[in-house]
T-cell receptor, first 114, second 113 residues
Framework: DTGVSQNPRHKITKRGQNVTFRCDPI?????LYWYRQTLGQGPEFLTY????????KSRLLSDRFSAERPKGSFSTLEIQRTEQGDSAMYLC????????????FGPGTRLTVL | DAKTTQPTSMDCAEGRAANLPCNHS???????VYWYRQIHSQGPQYIIH???NNETNEMASLIITEDRKSSTLILPHATLRDTAVYYC??????????????FGQGTTLQVKP
């Protein structure tokens, strides 16, 4: 399968703990995006990378959130000191730079903060 | 971004055509219309996009009105697997476009046997 993969698929954690999610994009895609989706809502943009450079961050991405794409391939999204409001589906997508609106999404990581 | 308006929900009989409307009356001349869908418990899936001509691919057809203020996504022979939330998106055409997709509430399409 050469699609976008995300791990883990589910994560349950206690409030105050740190969590890290991983996204492996389609190999030739140089753009990678993170979105967050809460129940009943459409996905909301968090941040994106072109190769290893993080080029935009949403105001939704508080200072407890950090994303990296160290070698321009896989990416990680870390949430520090999780809060119950962080409970959501975290979606990763990738695309070619020249067709950035045709994004391929992974299955998501569902985070539950108790 | 050009604001889009879609009905909250629609039903369609299996095997019939599903016609999903979208209003985007503030669209600019060089902005495209994109459609994505999200099947339950999956990530969104790109379907089709267009500028002003009608477009067709293996998944669907996209009809854009001449004034470009609205469009219709057509699934010609809906199946139960087409039950999903369908999003109409008009990304801004900026010189440094991020590819930041803004999803609204979408239309929940329920295909019934």
């Amino acid at each position: 399968d050469t699609g976008v993969s995300q791990n883990p698929r589910h994560k349950i954690t206690k409030r105050g703990q740190n969590v890290t999610f991983r996204c492996d994009p389609i190999s030739e895609h140089n753009r990678l995006y993170w979105y967050r989706q809460t129940l009943g809502q459409g996905p909301e943009f968090l941040t994106y990378f072109q190769n290893e450079a993080q080029l935009e961050k949403s105001r939704l991405l508080s200072d407890r959130f950090s994303a990296e794409r160290p070698k321009g391939s896989f990416s990680t999204l870390e949430i520090q000191r999780t809060e119950q409001g962080d409970s959501a589906m975290y979606l990763c997508a990738s695309s070619l730079a020249e067709s950035f609106n045709e994004q391929f999404f992974g299955p998501g990581t569902r985070l539950t903060v108790l | 971004d050009a604001k889009t308006t879609q009905p909250t929900s629609m039903d369609c009989a299996e095997g019939r055509a599903a016609n999903l409307p979208c209003n985007h009356s503030t669209i600019s001349g060089n902005e495209y219309v994109y459609w994505y869908r999200q099947i339950h418990s999956q990530g969104p899936q790109y379907i089709i996009h267009g500028l002003k001509n009608n477009e067709t691919n293996e998944m669907a057809s996209l009809i854009i009105t001449e004034d470009r203020k609205s469009s219709t996504l057509i699934l010609p022979h809906a199946t139960l697997r087409d039950t999903a939330v369908y999003y109409c998106i008009v990304p801004p055409r900026l010189t440094s476009n991020t590819g930041k997709l803004i999803f609204g509430q979408g239309t929940t399409l329920q295909v019934k046997p």
